[in-house]
């Protein structure tokens, strides 16, 4: 993500709590039948195997603010556990609450200019291998669904999980919701929690940061929408079919993050072939739709080149009522509104160019972005000054170092120290950073600062060199501190621990 603003609040944590329960449900068994489409890259096929599938059926009321929807997901487990419960993150349902809210407070103006409009998931039955399941919804703002299951889940064995759930979307210009222009149908779906050498991660829908963890799933999604209207979505669109006044769309994605989709009818679109992808911005107003097209694809040319390939066939940039400025999703970034006119074509590119960075540094290599946001956005922020050094060459790329992070931000990180007794550690959870402006300054700007230094210290040849090993060891994964730091110890044959550490720990 890419802020626009400047913010200002404190914030308290309050932690995430499940109750525990018993057994019940069943387990496993069923292979979804997932048809790959024909000329899809082999890596990508090669990269689906033995991922979690979903396929959603979603009916889109756009009147109502609903989308009713069928889901049925194969669960793999893919660790070396058994495991007695499956998790899955309800995040429409921290929408939910006005006084559980997902922003700042003073930004509840800004997220809902209509009023507190609460967004929710309502699930109506849960099957597992077509039994009835026993299930608890819980959590901080009911956005944990727990699964009981009646006999564990062995290594390597699957679940068939079906659910049937309304979403109600709520008038916010948040992540999710709808707007005067569109509606956005983002982290809109139960999607399973991680599971990793922490256990089963369930954080909570932060308001500081991407509070968002995945892995990789292959995915088919049907949503029936009024005509007239245009979607937006990750994967590629397999067909449409218009009946009376509804329209079908089938959207298949294989080894993405999450499925993201944006729907409007006021939608221009233009695109653009960069390499094997297809880029299309999705605007209202087309001439600067333009751009943000040029920047989009300027950028995923580049990326390609500097960090390896790209390997989906679809890029979509959408301007979308997103007061906070950029988000990027799997195959997709939505882009405020106000960055299409009064932001001026500079911060256009700006917020472009960083989530079109973020199909990289999130999308294809992907991390916890709760507890180490500064490997997604700290890399993202970095990608964006190297591109403007190849595109423009290295006078803008240093004035654009000194305007987002040297003097200019950096600068300000000092000022604000002086008033606040800071910690400067950038590796941390984003829930513990006190408020936007230091998550920015740290993250992004330290963040930065961390692979800029790690540039000048290594030499262009091997911190690309770096990259884009780190990029093909991780890629349809997720990847820590230790992954990337030992990419470059092996690239480089030194060790660069401590340059890591002093640049996430220390003070500068
Ligand atoms: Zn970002």
Known sequence: ????????????????????????????????????????????????????????????????????????????????????????HLYPNAYRYEDKPVFEKNEMKRAYPNGFSPGHLELDQVLINGVQADFVVGGYSDNVLMLILKKNLDPRHKAVIEMDYTVVLPNCL??????????????????????????????????????????????????QAPAGYTIAATGDMKSRKQEDSRVTWEFNALAV???????????????????????????????????ALDYAAESLAYFNEAFGEYPYTQFGVVESDFYIGGMEYPNLIMLDHSLYKEMGDDYLEL????????????GLVGNNQIRDAWLDEGLAEYSTLLYYGHRYGQEKAEEMYKSLIGEGKYKYLEWYMLSDDMDETIHRPSYEFTDWVIYDLLVYGKGAMLFHSLRQEMGEELFFKGLQSYFQENRFQNAGKADIIRTFNQVSGRDWQHHFDQWLYDGV
């Open 257 to 291: 993050r999450d499925f993201a989709w944006l729907a409007g009818n006021k939608y221009q679109t233009a695109s653009k072939q960069v390499g094997r992808t297809r880029v299309t911005s999705y605007s209202f107003t087309p001439e600067i739709g333009e751009k």
């Open 174 to 223: 948040g992540r999710f919701g709808y707007g005067d222009n569109m509606y956005k149908a983002v982290n809109w779906y139960p999607i399973a929690s991680v599971y990793d050498e922490a256990g089963w991660n369930l954080d909570r829908y932060y308001s500081i940061g991407d509070p968002f963890y995945s892995d990789a799933a292959n995915y088919r999604v049907q949503i």
């Open 1 to 88: 993500m890419r802020i626009e603003l400047r913010k200002h609040t404190r914030y308290l944590f309050i932690s995430v709590c499940i109750a525990a329960l018993l057994l019940a449900g069943l387990y496993f068994s069923g292979m979804l039948e997932f048809r790959p489409g024909q000329h899809l890259p082999p890596r990508l096929v090669h990269a689906s195997k033995g991922l979690n599938q979903y396929e959603i059926q979603a009916e889109f009321n756009p009147d109502a603010k609903t989308l009713i929807c069928r889901q049925k997901v194969e669960y793999i487990n893919r660790s070396e556990d058994q495991l007695t419960h499956l998790y899955f």
């Open 351 to 362: 917020v472009t160019v960083h989530e079109t960075a973020h199909q990289w540094w999130y």
